[in-house]
């Protein structure tokens, strides 16, 4: 780890790079490392996922090498905050003689409590316990945070009405070709999209990264197809790519049937 901040801290003398970033410049890299990271594991390939949190590390310690240049923070205090906060937040653990036969649940319980002393006295919005972070993630966040005091559509069929109506005023902003309302009214489509998951206990999220995953993967075979036949992808006629389109989707859903009655 020593090795690793003294090199933090050489590229910051020593590369124009580096030494132009910011706080600010870097935080799109610590979200894209931090995808990165969920999609090597995802793949299931161990050496990856060691390389993936390689980089999502390098984040934290680019962010804490320049907070402390500016005198705020280093390294090690990051270290020491999340420490103490487990130790904290984990009273079952490191103060076992006061908690005993705790499952999951109660477990759960106790850091949502322990979280909520540490805010008290603090002025918050009920929305303010919804972390910052993907844009779908929030949107389940503030609806289910929303929810807890009755402002939620009873059934997942009357948020599927809303989702409707957004459609129809999504569909007259394209119709008046005004371009703030085409993208408020995309926004609104999709934060209905997301509150029918929600209602059918779907994590959007998840669902959504399942799906770019399957298109990466039926993609591929186009390549491979294409690859196959001598051609390059970018000489296939839309219908060309349509067609192996529909192949990748078969083989996919036999390699699926086939796995699964291998574990069967």
Not at 9 to 25: A, I
Not at 32 to 61: I, M, N, S, T
């Amino acid at each position: 780890m020593e090795q690793l901040l003294n090199i933090m801290r050489e590229l910051r003398e020593k590369c124009p790079w580096d030494q132009q970033q910011t706080p600010e410049s870097l935080t799109r890299y610590a979200i894209e490392e931090a995808y990165e990271v969920e999609a090597a594991v995802r793949a299931g390939k161990a050496e990856d996922v060691r390389d993936e949190l390689g980089d999502l590390l390098l984040q934290v310690v680019f962010q804490s090498q320049m907070y402390s240049e500016q005198g705020a923070f280093g390294f090690q205090d990051v270290v020491q905050a999340i420490s103490d906060k487990l130790v904290r937040r984990h009273p079952h653990v490191f103060e076992s003689e006061k908690f005993s036969q705790l499952n999951a649940e109660d477990v759960a319980e106790l850091w949502q409590e322990i979280k909520r002393q540490e805010k008290a006295g603090k002025p918050q919005s009920r929305l303010d316990q919804v972390k910052h972070g993907p844009a779908l993630q929030q949107a389940e966040g503030v609806q289910k945070n929303a929810a807890k005091i009755g402002f939620d559509f009873v059934t997942a069929e009357d948020a599927y009405g809303k989702l409707e109506e957004e459609l129809a005023e999504f569909k007259q902003a394209l119709k008046d070709q005004n371009s703030d309302e085409i993208m408020e009214e995309f926004g609104d489509c999709l934060f209905s999209l997301v509150n029918i998951g929600r209602k059918l206990s779907i994590s959007s999220e998840m669902a959504l990264l399942g799906t770019v995953h399957k298109f990466r993967t039926r993609f591929a075979y186009i390549e491979t197809q294409a690859q196959t036949h001598n051609k390059n992808i970018e000489d296939l006629t839309l219908a060309e790519m349509d067609q192996l389109w529909d192949q990748a989707k078969q083989y996919f859903k036999q390699q699926a049937l086939y796995e699964k009655q291998q574990h069967e």
